[in-house]
């Protein structure tokens, strides 16, 4: 995304000093002005982007400032804009996307779902750390809000709604078609009344008649400890808001946990490299070992092997269903000297000596050994 390189105030054509009503009135109305159905421009989604990434900045406090006074947002800055998820261009298509905003009547949908507001999938990022706590983390959501305008009926005054007189308030049309297999006959929705049988006499300026405006808020998401990357938490009610108050469809948050530095997870349990030296290996010793949360002693017994597992009970991850705790399995890096000191050298040879070791004879000894016997 080109963020900096806009006019975020040019975009939703307001004055910088336009208020935050303004700015969200102003992104309604452009919002509106981008669908595609009305708006036959072939960049109209193009613009749709900027209109949405122009609101993100602008109706964001902290975003705002930085954007008036740097003219640019970074975006490391930018506080949970990465784990908005880009749902413009993730798993929701255009398509969908302006279904939701605008009530679009792609054909095959069926009744419930035109007038239930949609699921809302979203991805934010945690470390191992918070996903051995647990950790509420608040997240920017883009979506479709109950119009406060018209409370959500989608009429201006209150009149109601009346009965379609193109579908006799069914919903749905029947249509005869002739085809080579006889007569055909098919039920579409209503398009006249968007399926519900029912027509706004005077429909809301807000809103359009949809009892629903395009809004962008906050939530906190309350990840519970022992979460494991890919889980998903869904929060009932809290994705997009309904056709003129229908009920909200659920907001789903995949969990994602960044890889550790040290700590490797499998399950409930958390693997660690320790590295050692020869002789801590062949001796023995105590060692500290950092784990989730802390460090961690660890008796290495004398004559630990290059890949022993050590396994430390109730130091892994908290599980997220049932109780307790994974284990540690603290894996044995057994380090040999790549360099030795003079002294060093005597010592190990001294060391050999002792094993009963003779030196081994090198592929030059055995040629020699070979040419002349
Ligand atoms: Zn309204
Ligand atoms: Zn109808």
Redesign the pocket.
């Known amino acids: 995304m080109s963020a900096g390189t806009k006019d975020y105030y040019a975009v939703l054509g307001v004055e910088r000093t336009a208020s935050e009503a303004e700015i969200k009135k102003a992104f309604r109305r452009k919002a509106r002005e981008c669908h595609p159905d009305v708006c036959n421009d072939h960049d109209a989604e193009e613009r749709f982007k900027s209109v949405n990434e122009a609101y993100d900045v602008l109706s964001d406090h902290s975003k705002r400032e930085m954007y008036d006074r740097f003219g640019t947002v970074d975006p490391r800055m930018a506080g949970g804009a990465q784990d908005i998820g880009d749902i413009f261009g993730g798993g929701f298509g255009m398509d969908d996307l302006f279904s939701v905003f605008f009530g679009g009547m792609a054909g095959g949908a069926s009744r419930r779902a035109r007038t239930q507001g949609r699921d809302m999938a979203v991805q934010i990022t945690i470390t191992l750390e918070e996903a051995a706590e647990g950790v509420a983390r608040e997240i920017a959501v883009n979506r479709l809000v109950p ?10 005054d209150g009149s109601g709604t009346s009965e379609c007189p193109d579908c006799g308030g069914a919903g749905q049309r029947r249509t005869q078609q002739r085809t080579f297999l006889g007569v055909m006959q098919t039920v579409s929705p209503c398009e006249r009344c968007s399926a519900t049988g029912h027509v706004i006499e005077s ?11 395009p809004d962008r808020d906050h939530v906190t998401v309350e990840v519970p400890a022992g979460v494991d990357d890919g889980n998903q938490i869904r929060m009932r009610g809290m994705g997009e808001a309904g056709f003129r108050g229908a009920a909200a469809g659920d907001l789903i948050v995949t969990v994602r946990v960044a890889p550790h530095e040290f700590l490797h997870r499998e399950g409930s349990d958390l693997h660690a490299r320790m590295p050692l030296t020869v002789t801590e290996a062949a001796l023995g010793t105590e060692m500290e070992v950092p784990g989730i949360d802390g460090d961690v002693a660890v008796a290495v017994p004398a004559g630990t092997q290059f890949g022993d597992q050590l396994r430390v009970r109730g130091a892994g991850m908290p599980r997220l269903r049932g109780s307790g705790r994974g284990d540690l399995i603290v894996h044995a890096a057994v380090e040999i000297p790549r360099k030795l000191t003079k002294e060093q050298r005597e010592i190990l040879g001294q060391l050999a000596a002792t094993f009963g070791e003779e030196p081994r004879a090198t592929p030059l000894d055995r040629l020699k050994e070979w040419l002349t016997g």
């Open positions: 119009c406060e305008e018209c409370g959500a009926s989608g009429s201006s429909p809301c300026v807000e809103c359009s008649g949809q009892g629903r405006v």
